[in-house]
């Protein structure tokens, strides 16, 4: 087995190949724009895409075994997932922000959670086809912040909604599975829930539950 250090050099050293990969593919387009033509071409700028995004997950998840918790306004914490999260929206796609006026501090290692919900938000926009809203909502009961990301979109497929937070299930074509298991390994963490309800067609609603700090 490896030492922790020595698997996070692995999957930096494989994570930056790929990106030098991808940086000498950009370059030959751009010295011969005509390579963009090629069959497969549009296919391996995607798999590397998807590469890159995958080991950046696997990073994000090894992180779990070594949080790093502060306390954190919540408020602050959701007008930053939206500000961050504005190069998703557009014209046709909206997104709406709604919590209570006096919410409880939570105790989060701010870089993962903000990586799970994040991720929620993203999987919300993806999900909408043409037009739309992501509701991003918030309250407190019983000293549990409750945090929910929906959307009306396309729904979940009800054969996948029983293994949705298995590494292994992904509605997305080129989806690696990955996404929505690290989100609930992430919350997980932070002695946290989530649960997902969603209707095909008209859309899906995931719920984070976090303990919130006695003031």
């Known amino acids: 087995m490896f ?10 050293e494989i994570k930056n190949s790929i990106c030098i990969i991808g940086s000498s ?11 963009a033509t090629f069959d497969y071409w549009d296919d391996v700028m995607e798999d590397i895409s998807n590469l890159n995004g995958f080991f950046s997950e696997i990073a994000v998840a090894r992180l ?4 790093h918790p502060e306390p954190v306004h919540t408020a602050d ?8 999260t504005s190069s998703l929206f557009n014209g046709n796609i909206s997104c709406t ?26 999987n919300a926009v ?10 991003i909502n918030a309250s407190v009961e019983n000293n549990t912040l409750i945090l929910s990301v929906t959307d009306n979109g396309c729904g979940i ?5 029983n293994n949705l937070f298995s590494p292994v299930s992904s509605s997305k074509e080129n989806g690696s599975g990955l ?9 997980s963490a932070h002695q946290g829930t989530i649960d997902c309800i969603s209707t095909p067609e008209k859309g899906t609603t995931f719920t984070i539950t976090l303990p919130a700090l006695i003031q």
């Open 179 to 187: 996404g929505l298991a690290i989100t609930k390994q992430i919350v």
């Open 77 to 84: 914490f959701l007008n930053n997932i939206k500000k961050r």
């Open 25 to 35: 593919l950009q370059l030959i387009q751009k010295q011969h724009p005509e390579i």
């Open 126 to 135: 993806e999900s909408i086809e043409s037009s739309g809203t992501v509701w």
């Open 3 to 12: 030492k922790e250090e020595e698997y996070q050099k692995i999957i930096h």
């Open 97 to 122: 922000l709604c919590f209570a006026d006096s919410l409880p501090d939570i105790q989060i290692d701010t870089f993962c959670m903000n990586h799970a919900v994040l991720n929620l938000v993203k």
């Open 64 to 67: 779990c075994d070594n949080l």
């Open 157 to 161: 497929p009800p054969e996948i909604r």
